[in-house]
């Protein structure tokens, strides 16, 4: 085998080794548009809640059953609280009191 052959058999294999990086190991990140947005009754918060994005593919019915994250912001944007979830379908029905927010089996803040 010649220098050229071996060289490109190189390149070829880095080629690979990135492709399956890029497929099945890079670490996903947040979606850019949020799953779900609810507003406090005053309007002066809300909670986001992001679906983390996924390179595999999931059947239909299936894409709320990814992880994410919740984030409690302010009127300004600013992020007040924030966790992660296990599946973004859970967060539902938060209930908001003066000064608190909960999702039941969540999370129970004040802000």
């Known amino acids: 085998m010649t220098?050229?052959?071996s060289i490109i058999l190189l390149?070829?294999?880095l080629a690979l080794a990135g492709?399956?990086?890029w497929l099945f190991l890079?670490?996903?990140g947040l979606a850019q548009e949020p799953y779900a947005i609810f507003r406090s009754p005053s309007g002066d918060y809300r909670l986001e809640v992001y679906a983390r994005a996924q390179n595999?593919?999931?059947f239909p019915g299936q894409s709320g059953d990814v992880p994410g994250m919740v984030f409690l912001l302010d009127r300004d944007g600013r992020?007040?609280?924030h966790t992660?979830?296990?599946m973004v379908q859970l967060v539902q029905n938060p209930v908001w009191d003066e000064g608190h927010v909960s999702v039941k089996l969540l999370f129970d803040?004040?802000?």
């Open 26 to 28: 890079r670490q996903d």
């Open 19 to 21: 492709g399956a990086y």
């Open 79 to 81: 992020i007040v609280r």
């Open 3 to 5: 220098k050229r052959h």
């Open 56 to 58: 595999k593919q999931v």
């Open 11 to 13: 390149l070829i294999g």
């Open 84 to 86: 992660e979830v296990e």
């Open 109 to 111: 803040w004040s802000y």
